[in-house]
């Protein structure tokens, strides 16, 4: 198993920067690809952004594409999510989910391990 530990959330005005982190331990080898989720208060849980631990092929939701990055460092087995351009639709709590079958997946079923969120608040 692969336990996820994220980082990095905050409070920040429309139109500033994050950087969130996903640490990953345990059973990392395992690791097909790592993603960010997100959940808004009354929302479900949406897809973010996903890339393969091998290849570092990426995939967004169209809601954050040109405004978030996802990358790794496979010698740190950490996972980060640089977000730019923040609206006050990108508040929620980001998830950081793992999955040791799909490189690609953009769905909840597709992730096997999950961190225990970080809240991140964009201000009008």
């Known amino acids: 198993q692969v336990q996820l530990v994220e980082s990095g959330g905050g409070l920040v005005q429309a139109g500033g920067s994050l950087r969130l982190s996903c640490a990953a331990s345990?059973?990392?080898?395992?690791?097909?690809?790592m993603a960010w989720f997100r959940q808004a208060p009354g929302k479900e849980r949406e897809f973010v952004a996903t890339?393969?631990?091998?290849?570092?092929?990426?995939l967004y939701a169209d809601s954050v594409k040109a405004r978030f990055t996802i990358s790794r460092d496979n010698a740190k087995n950490t996972v980060y999510l640089q977000m730019n351009s923040l609206k006050p639709e990108d508040t929620a709590v980001y998830y950081c989910?793992?999955?040791?079958?799909?490189?690609?997946?953009?769905?909840?079923?597709?992730?096997?391990?999950w961190g225990q969120g970080t809240q991140v608040t964009v201000s009008s």
């Open positions: 989910a793992g999955s040791s079958t799909y490189s690609r997946g953009t769905l909840r079923r597709m992730y096997d391990s």
């Open positions: 890339i393969a631990w091998t290849g570092g092929s990426t």
């Open positions: 345990g059973r990392t080898y395992s690791t097909a690809a």
